[in-house]
């Protein structure tokens, strides 16, 4: 079955730094990516889709300019959360599109940020 | 609007017995349809999808799900439940001719009586 990891599962920073969370497709190639956020007891919350070697789409209401995404490869996305405040200590989710009529994203296991 | 519902947003069960979860969406056509679930702390893992065909779906760890397309439900099922089902479960559906973004329900949350 197709595999997406996720590093780190979880990170406590300090408010103002920032946060890097990688987004690999272990075993397939993913053109399209997708960021979600999940608060506690809650649903998930689309925040982005990253497309290979193409800027990200922002879903409304999301700051482009603190949550940076790259898609460098077809294997990797990244979410960068700059200068991070407690509001945004979260459950962070990524998933991978596989290619083809499956229609079915694959998903990360998820990593918890805390913000201190 | 287009929509994803899921009603409930506890079920409590006891082991042994049935479950069934609603999911009811509101969009122009019938979308792709699918099922999650999420044990604490941990990612997605899918149940079962619906495209097209046969409306009844088996998926996995004994769950199915019934597509009614007169009622705008997709409501997932599991004739006995076992402590391992306790969990978050999630519908979700995917607009045909939207690009591939899934828009997901509330959640329910399962608790499993012993």
């Known amino acids: 079955g197709a595999v997406v990891s996720q590093h780190p599962s979880w990170v406590i920073c300090k408010s103002g730094t920032s946060v890097k969370i990688e987004c690999r497709s272990l075993?397939?190639?993913?053109?399209?990516m997708f960021w979600y956020r999940q608060f506690p007891k809650q649903s998930l919350m689309l925040m982005a889709t990253s497309n290979e070697g193409s800027k990200a789409t922002y879903e409304q209401g999301v700051e482009k300019d603190k949550f940076l995404i790259n898609h460098a490869s077809l294997t990797l996305s990244t979410l960068t959360v700059t200068s991070a405040h407690p509001e945004d200590s979260s459950f962070y989710i990524c998933s991978a599109d596989r290619q083809g009529p499956s229609g079915e994203q694959y998903f990360g296991p998820g990593t918890r940020l805390t913000v201190t | 609007a287009q929509s994803v519902t899921q009603p409930d947003i506890h079920i409590t069960v006891s082991e042994g017995a049935s479950l069934e979860l609603r999911c009811n969406y509101s969009y122009g056509a019938t979308p792709y349809l699918f099922w999650y679930v999420q044990s604490p702390g941990q990612g997605l893992q899918l149940l079962l999808k619906y495209f097209s065909g046969d409306t009844l779906v088996q998926g996995i760890k004994g769950f199915e799900a019934e597509f009614k397309r007169s009622q705008s439900s997709f409501n997932l099922r599991k004739p006995s439940v076992h402590w391992s089902d306790a969990a978050e479960y999630f519908c979700a559906v995917r607009p045909k001719a939207a690009g591939n973004k899934l828009t997901f329900g509330g959640g329910t949350r399962v608790l499993v009586k012993p």
């Open positions: 075993d397939f190639q993913a053109t399209t």
